[in-house]
């Protein structure tokens, strides 16, 4: 039976070659759609499952809020001594392990010096919550000494090479010597943390490093981040309940009264491992996250554009009825039933979705390496070797076939065998509106699709073209590893060079988030009154402001000949209206203290965009607060000669900095970089956009060539009777372009409220205009026009001496 099913496939397929190409063409790309995207939903479920123990990891998080309980930030990471006292606090704590980013610094082996990013101050528990795959070393006690290091086996090439890198020394910031303990694979890439290097965290009692005092009593340095492993099935949030009294119990500052309640002021929580890719979107993430919301879009996409395959197959396969019509009428003659007729159509259907299925896994194998490198994400095939879903993929073609060919099958098997026979074959209008109903399903994902595509790029672009409040171009920040007379000297050597513009040092820099907050009080007279206020700072020096080219509202920027200003700051617009004052003229003069520092606010700068538009422009405070502490450059350069401009900073910092790898970064790149996902998602809508849209004129043109067929008679008295070709062509394309009318109404109140939702995530963003919906359904009507076009003016200009000879 089976064979005779095949031969029936094959035979109809041959004999058919243009329409079998385009329903297996159709059936295939959307079928590699959704192979693709499988493919990325897999992998993103996938971070963080290779730890033998993901289950029971979790990681503990902190948040802030103000006075009346407004959270102003949360954190992915906590202060040091919170890990050890949370393991003797909480027994049921099996394991638990702090890692603190190390920033970029320089490493050197003999000739080889190189800013590293990746490297990590690691607990020797580190290896019990996370799986390191070790090449060398015994991992439970590689980092248990100070000024030991494990590192990845590639970052042991690229500074050794093919020398044994075992208990060899590596240089940190041309300060410290660090011995090489162990050798471990890279973690993969479905890890939400990448270390290359593991220092050993207990190097960081060193005093000229971080200080043992610091990592027991340092509660305002929220830089560590703590992981535990529990047992299986924990009560978690038993545990999260306990927190309160906790920190109660422990958490005190220095002149903090004796009845402080730590509680009031910032709570911990607890992050399963699994959950961070995912989930996880806090203030000083590890790592950038993905995001479940791209998921699910993706996986509707995915499910959206498969269903518009099907539909098409649907169209194309009642279109080409007609041409089977004769074959079903002996087929009954003959003897076979109904059912056998359906069963045979299903085969047919199921075989050939089979076929579309190996075209679209080969074409998703060979689609993955450019997709990777593009956008970075690690995609393997191997995502799919997981016997769960090599099942689910092993039934896709029953499941897709018996979709796409259940209703050919059923309405094909209806056909009486001494009409069809006779070649009479009319289809009624319930058939007819069934498919009509197909085709304004199909073109009412493709209109929102068309919006989506259209509404993404113009969030891009106004995020693009929108002024920040000050000058980004031709910005060069680095970071700073300049002791204040370096420093001194630097800025002398660079500007000597006409190029260069202006130099500042800061702490943070634009395009980066504010997280520092000191807390803020305001004076009455000589009473201070502590502020509700969220209120960042930055600390800058003097040419910091001029460098951006920020504007002052009111007042004057911090200057050499004053020397009180490093008691003195400066706020934005945001702030002055936080902390109560009418104007920024009104805040001039005002005293506040911040951090405990009192001084006056001498300058007020326009509001400005510090972190990407996805934020509110926030309440800020720069202030100057002596030597150190700025761990930011930013070098303004003339635009019309960088290259020079570049030489010239990179010999001044080699000269006094030659232990230091000179590496920098535009600003502008830096802002490109914060919307790198919607440029990423606006591509991705595009692409899908331009693949549905052509499966669904795929579906119209199956629906055109089906209805054109049954109208051929018609089309000839028409002729005859005197009609024009464009008159013809009008009269047989109006009833599909009333269909796609009809989608476009369906589609825009969708595709409206999707996108409404989406430009949520920006603080700043476009209003929705009008004229997309229009020119969306105008695209999808032009496009469905050109489709019809096609057979309409076939048939139009058919001779109709053929089409009425048989009457």
């Not at 075209?359 to 390496?369: E, H, K, M, Q």
């Not at 400066?570 to 702030?575: H, P, S």
């Not at 919307?675 to 669904?696: H, K, N, P, R, V």
């Not at 009777?721 to 372009?737: C, H, M, N, R, Y």
């Amino acid at each position: 039976m089976l064979k005779n099913y095949l031969r029936s496939t094959i035979r109809n397929i041959t004999r058919h070659k243009f329409i079998s190409f385009i329903n297996i063409f159709g059936l295939t790309i959307g079928l590699t759609c959704c192979m693709l995207i499988l493919v990325y939903i897999v992998n993103e479920q996938s971070y963080d499952t290779f730890n033998t123990n993901a289950d029971n990891v979790y990681r503990v998080t902190r948040s802030f809020n103000t006075v009346d309980g407004t959270q102003t930030l949360f954190l992915g990471s906590i202060a040091p001594p919170f890990g050890p006292l949370l393991k003797n606090e909480f027994p049921d704590i099996k394991k638990i392990t702090r890692l603190r980013g190390n920033g970029i610094v320089s490493m050197r082996y003999k000739d080889k010096l190189i800013n590293e990013p990746g490297s990590y101050f690691a607990d020797e528990n580190f290896v019990d919550i996370f799986t390191v795959k070790t090449i060398q070393g015994d991992p439970k006690t590689a980092l248990s000494d100070p000024f030991t290091v494990m590192m990845t086996e590639d970052m042991a090439r690229k500074y050794f090479g093919n020398e044994d890198p075992m208990n060899k020394e590596i240089r940190l910031g041309n300060q410290f010597n660090f011995k090489v303990t162990g050798i471990y694979k890279p973690f993969p890439a479905n890890s939400h943390l990448h270390p290359e290097m593991l220092l050993s965290f207990i190097t960081l009692k060193d005093s000229t490093l971080y200080g043992d005092k610091q990592l027991h009593t340092n509660w305002g340095n929220n830089d560590f981040y703590t992981y535990m492993l529990l047992p299986a099935h924990y009560n978690v949030k038993h545990m999260e309940s306990l927190f309160p009294g906790f920190l109660d119990k422990y958490v005190h500052f220095p002149g903090q009264p004796g009845n402080f309640q730590e509680s009031k002021n910032s709570k911990l929580h607890i992050q399963k491992l699994l959950d961070i890719h995912l989930h996880s979107h806090l203030d000083a993430e590890i790592e950038t996250n993905g995001d479940i919301k791209r998921v699910y879009i993706f996986s509707a996409i995915a499910l959206f554009i498969l269903l518009i395959a099907c539909i098409n197959y649907m169209n194309l396969s009642t279109a080409r009825s007609a041409l089977r019509a004769r074959e079903i009428g002996i087929r009954k003659v003959i003897g076979a039933q109904r059912k056998e007729i359906i069963t045979q159509f299903l085969s047919e259907s199921v075989l050939i979705t089979c076929f579309s299925l190996i075209l679209a896994l080969i074409l998703t194998w060979l689609l993955i390496p450019p997709i990777n490198g593009l956008s970075n994400l690690g995609l393997s095939i191997k995502s799919l070797y997981d016997p769960k879903l090599l099942l689910c993929i092993l039934i896709l073609p029953f499941f897709v076939g018996i979709l796409s060919g259940i209703y050919p099958a059923l309405f094909m098997s209806s056909f009486k065998p001494v009409k069809v026979l006779k070649g009479i074959l009319k289809v009624g209008s319930g058939g007819v509106s069934f498919r009509k109903v197909l085709v304004v399903v199909q073109f009412s994902v493709s209109i929102v699709l068309i919006v989506a595509t259209t509404i993404v790029f113009q969030q891009l672009r106004y995020i693009q073209q929108k002024s920040l409040g000050f000058d980004k171009e031709h910005i060069i920040t680095m970071s700073n590893p300049f002791s204040d007379s370096q420093f001194e000297a630097f800025k002398n050597e660079v500007q000597k060079n006409a190029y260069v513009k202006e130099i500042g040092r800061s702490s943070r820099i634009p395009s980066g988030r504010l997280l520092d907050d000191q807390g803020i009080s305001v004076f009455e007279g000589a009473k201070s009154q502590p502020v509700k206020a969220d209120v960042k700072y930055v600390n800058t020096d003097y040419g910091f402001i001029p460098t951006f080219g920020m504007k002052m509202a009111a007042g004057r920027n911090f200057a050499r000949n004053f020397g009180t200003d490093s008691n003195n700051y400066v706020v934005n617009a945001a702030a002055v209206k936080a902390l109560g004052w009418k104007t920024p003229e009104n805040a001039i003069g005002k005293d506040l203290a911040y951090g405990g520092v009192k001084g006056k606010v001498i300058g007020v700068v326009n509001d400005f965009h510090f972190e990407s538009l996805h934020q509110n422009i926030i309440p800020l405070l720069f202030r100057m607060p002596g030597k150190g502490n700025y761990g930011r450059l930013s070098i303004k350069i003339a635009g019309n000669n960088i290259n020079s401009s570049i030489n010239v900073i990179q010999q001044a910092w080699q000269k006094l900095q030659p232990e230091t790898p000179f590496e920098y970064t535009f600003l502008d790149e830096r802002f490109q970089k914060l919307y790198d996902s919607e440029q990423q998602q606006g591509s991705l809508f595009t692409i899908f956009s331009f693949i549905a849209i052509f499966i669904a004129c795929l579906g119209l043109f199956g629906l055109s060539a089906f209805t054109i067929s049954q109208r051929v008679k018609e089309i000839g008295v028409r002729k005859v009777l005197g009609a024009s070709i464009p008159q013809i062509v009008t009269e047989l394309s109006k009833d599909f372009l009333r269909l796609v009318i009809i989608a476009s109404v369906i589609a825009l109140p969708v595709a409206w409220y999707a996108m409404s939702k989406w430009l949520l995530d920006f603080a700043f963003r476009i209003s929705i205009q009008w004229w997309v919906f229009v020119m969306a359904g105008v695209v999808a009507l032009v496009i469905a026009f050109v489709t019809i076009s096609f057979q309409s003016i076939k048939a139009a200009m058919a001779n109709p001496v053929k089409s009425l000879r048989s009457e």
